[in-house]
């Protein structure tokens, strides 16, 4: 590489994305340096993905204590402690932040303390030192939004839960996302008077209608209040200390925290991008080629910071994919379709490709095979909870073009679905693929009866 630089690759941020290229570059010989303004691993690690799932979990152990006693297990509900949960979950996050720092100074990269701001096309500052780069890499993820409206300083972000001193009696969540849909679930699993408030019709715009609607239905046998069609315009705190949340109709709900989980934007501000010349998009995303390249052609960027899936899993593989671009000789584009997904809502949502609207308007005919189901487990537990599966098929090719599940374990049921799909996998591999008994997985290899077509 050219000696007129420090480095061969100087990366800004060390989340997901940002320690995957640092990593696998560094495996390569570049000379490679990491700056991170705070702990390694990002958002996932540190105020995401991880915590958030050992939240989920700590949930569900909240509804086994009840659904125990169809088993022979007469105990009441044990009661819980907010402080332990978070300090464990503490302890997790901290062990990953050492691995990962572990893990970049192992593969030789230079791991820099501070917060890096763009100073040219090839230079980078850190808390006032200057670093010389031939290629840099932008991957400083995204933050929560705040929505604009009066009393929006009582508001709490989803960054702010992973730090709760204590948990609220009664929480409103703003939002109809997937952030906002899982902490709604968690809350509630965790003892706490839930309501969420969203401004469309549904929640979880651009998951499949009929997953939708099951996942409201259940969430409101649970006694989650979900108020649709409907966005706060005012909050007021009381003498007493709880909080006003005014909506549009000029009712009030009452309640001890809210939490707008409205979205989340790229982290761009004041990193000296508008000064160097990298070009953004309306929502301050950072615009890139399929190289991830950006207006400058040696700066680069990806993850979150450039908005086009905000998934860890498609940060790491752009990553892997813009090192074998530089550094390995490959010139592959990446592929963004049949990417899985889960939302740890109650219940779970796995999906992979089309949704039924999706393929309705992109194929001449379609089949929909589905199935809705009580597991065995819940046979004995006594709860109303159920499985909703469904496989969406081109009728032309019999290629299974989307597929997509609620209920407990979803998201691990989907991923292995998802090979399926990739692979090109038709309806009658499905039904030719012998079932593991007794699971709920194996329903996806034995729906033989239509449940409607669509033709265009």
């Not at 009393?151 to 709760?164: C, P, Q, R, T, Y």
């Not at 000296?272 to 890139?288: F, M, S």
């Not at 991830?292 to 040696?298: E, G, K």
């Not at 379609?366 to 189901?373: L, N, R």
Request: hydrophobic fraction near 40%; glycine fraction near 10%.
């Amino acid at each position: 590489m050219n000696d007129q630089y420090q480095y061969d690759l100087f990366v800004i941020g060390a989340g997901s994305g940002g320690v995957r290229a640092a990593r696998m570059a560094a495996a390569q010989g570049i000379r490679v340096a990491v700056a991170e303004q705070d702990r390694a691993g990002g958002t996932c690690v540190n105020l995401g993905c991880v915590p958030k799932k050992l939240y989920v979990h700590a949930a569900e152990f909240g509804s086994s204590f009840a659904y125990a006693s169809g088993f022979g297990f007469h105990s009441r509900r044990a009661p819980f402690d907010w402080s332990i949960l978070q300090q464990n979950k503490d302890n997790v996050t901290q062990q990953a932040n050492r691995g990962l720092e572990g893990m970049l100074t192992k593969a030789g990269a230079a791991l820099i303390k501070g917060r890096a701001i763009l100073t040219g096309a090839h230079e980078v500052t850190v808390d006032g030192r200057s670093y010389s780069a031939r290629r840099i890499l932008i991957a400083t993820g995204s933050r929560p939004f705040i929505p604009e409206l009066p009393g929006k300083e009582h508001m709490l972000v989803s960054d702010d839960i992973f730090n709760l001193k204590a948990l609220p009696t009664r929480a409103l969540i703003i939002g109809g996302g997937y952030i906002a849909t899982e902490f709604a679930g968690i809350f509630h699993g965790l003892g706490v008077a839930v309501t969420q408030v969203y401004q469309g019709e549904l929640f979880l715009r651009g998951f499949d209608n009929e997953i939708r609607l099951y996942v409201a239905e259940h969430m409101r046998k649970k006694g989650i209040d979900l108020r649709f069609n409907s966005n706060p315009v005012k909050i007021e705190k009381t003498e007493a200390g709880y909080l006003q949340v005014i909506l549009p109709d000029k009712r009030i709900l009452e309640t001890d925290m809210v939490l707008a989980a409205t979205g989340r934007r790229p982290n761009t501000a004041d990193i000296g991008l508008e000064q160097v010349g990298v070009t953004l998009d309306e929502k301050g995303a950072i615009i890139v080629n399929e190289g991830f390249q950006t207006s400058i052609p040696s700066i680069y960027a990806l993850g979150d910071v450039i908005d086009r899936m905000q998934l860890t899993p498609v940060a790491l593989a752009e990553a892997m994919n813009l090192v074998d671009r530089l550094y390995r000789g490959k010139d592959n584009s990446l592929s963004y379709d049949l990417i899985p997904t889960a939302v740890f809502s109650t219940p779970n949502i796995g999906t992979v490709g089309l949704t039924e609207e999706q393929a309705t308007g992109l194929y001449a005919s379609i089949d929909v095979y589905s199935t809705e189901f009580r597991s065995l487990k819940q046979s004995l537990s006594g709860t109303t909870e159920r499985y909703l599966m469904k496989l969406i098929v081109d009728t032309a090719t019999d290629r299974v073009v989307g597929a997509h599940m609620a209920g407990e374990g979803a998201g691990e049921i989907i991923q292995g679905i998802a090979v399926a799909l990739k692979a090109g996998a038709t309806k009658a591999i499905f039904d030719q693929t012998v079932g593991i008994h007794p699971t709920s997985a194996e329903e996806f290899v034995t729906m033989r009866s239509l449940t409607r077509s669509h033709s265009r």
